[in-house]
């Protein structure tokens, strides 16, 4: 049973006044609110048992320890990981991407090819361009269409045997389009020996991931954006992967022996987790898990869907309202702009005024808004909390900010 005011309750942010109007969060795709049991595994983590984890002997320890790998095999089962240790906690998405592209340097020359996408986050472009820039790689980028849709020609012509990584995002944060990453993948196979990254940050609050399914060699995502808090995130990497490649970071925890002479590192996970980790954030990333896994994917999906579909409808309603990638297959995300106002900021700050939250501007993706010759877009952004109600708010927020500044 799909009990959405049970939902909302769980959510004590949603329940306050903005601006003197009743809050209406529709920036999740920045970062979605935290239920009561992930804030509460994290309360409970500092006031019982905070200790640093894998180092002491001592009872506290021990317990940090357990919790924390407990929820790294909560998230093993969550995306469908093969093993545990192929999970690696991150900062977050740019964190895990960063990494990657760091720690494959050493496997890049000059003339090497790396594959994005046009509809790339710029934290799964700018990493790509410095090792480019380190090694002589070059950068090839799949086009879009006007509609937001990747043009799958341009990747079958270019891989070859010298595409070292195809990496692409599942959905894009900015037009909520959802690639067929599916198809990315048996294409890259087919073609080359590309190692395969996907930046999940936009997919997995929304839909249930199989990473032995999908076949990626990476996924990365982050927590914050999944109900955990800020500061977390997820690596994954197949094992024979993860083996084959060296460290990220130095330092404690990483290590096997350490010499002034030589040292060697630790098996997996621990070889990428140089230093102490966000032990509390992490253990509350289980707690996120837990909380998805309570609603149910399937709910999730169903419920987001109806509301995106209906947002769709009801700003379409609204004379000269552009919404990008309109006819794509997408999830979470409308994104949107109204003819005769250039600056999207202006409508943002009308609709903050109402207590609607969007987000506004280039969304961190700054060659999809010169592929359209804007500068930014409005968009509002889905969690499983948010109603149809508030969808309503919105549109009515739009309608006032148009009747303000055209
Ligand atoms: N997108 C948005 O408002 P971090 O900041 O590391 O948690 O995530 C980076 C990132 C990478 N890839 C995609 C597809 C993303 O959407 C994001 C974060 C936020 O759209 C903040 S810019």
Not at 90 to 103: F, H, P, S, V, W
Not at 117 to 134: F, G, K
């Amino acid at each position: 049973m799909f009990d959405l005011q049970n939902i909302r309750n769980q959510f004590p942010i949603l329940q306050q006044s903005v601006n003197g109007k009743p809050l209406v969060y529709l920036d999740n795709a920045a970062t979605s609110q935290k239920p009561i049991s992930v804030l509460d595994s994290w309360m409970k983590y500092y006031t019982e048992i905070n200790a640093n984890v894998h180092r002491g002997i001592h009872t506290l320890s021990q317990l940090a320890t357990e919790e924390m790998e407990l929820a790294r095999q909560k998230v093993q089962k969550f995306i469908n990981a093969k093993h545990d240790y192929e999970v690696i906690f991150t900062r977050g998405t740019t964190e895990g991407l960063n990494l990657i592209a760091y720690t494959l340097t050493g496997m890049m020359k000059e003339g090497d090819e790396i594959i994005i996408s046009h509809l790339e986050h710029h934290s799964n472009i700018v990493p790509w361009q410095m090792l480019c820039e380190r090694t002589g790689a070059k950068l090839k980028v799949i086009p879009m269409d006007e509609n937001g849709v990747l043009q799958m020609d341009f990747l079958r012509e270019n891989l070859n045997e010298r595409t070292k990584i195809v990496s692409v995002n599942h959905v894009s944060n900015a037009l909520g389009v959802i690639n067929p990453v599916e198809e990315i993948i048996a294409e890259t196979r087919k073609n080359s020996d590309a190692l395969i990254v996907i930046d999940g940050a936009q997919s997995v609050p929304h839909f249930k991931i199989d990473v032995q399914q999908m076949d990626c060699d990476f996924f990365v995502f982050s927590g914050h954006k999944m109900y955990a808090p800020m500061g977390t995130g997820i690596l994954y990497g197949k094992e024979s992967v993860l083996r084959k490649i060296q460290p990220f970071q130095g330092g404690g925890e990483m290590i096997a022996v350490c010499t002034f002479d030589k040292t060697t590192y630790a098996d997996l996970p621990f070889k990428f987790e140089a230093g102490t980790p966000n032990v509390g954030g992490n253990i509350a990333l289980g707690a996120a898990v837990d909380f998805i896994e309570q609603v149910g994917h399937q709910n999730i999906q169903q419920h987001e869907n109806a509301l995106l579909g209906y947002c769709q409808e009801k700003l379409l309603q609204i004379d000269g309202l552009r919404i990008y990638a309109e006819h794509a297959k997408r999830t979470g995300v409308v994104s949107f702009n109204l003819q005769g106002v250039g600056i999207s900021s202006d409508v943002g700050m009308i609709l903050d005024k109402l207590g609607i939250a969007v987000r506004t501007g280039h969304h961190c993706t700054q060659p999809i808004m010169r592929f359209f010759d804007i500068a930014g877009t409005v968009r509002a952004s889905f969690a499983v909390y948010n109603t149809f109600a508030e969808i309503d708010a919105l549109a009515e927020g739009v309608k006032k900010a148009q009747r303000m500044l055209s």
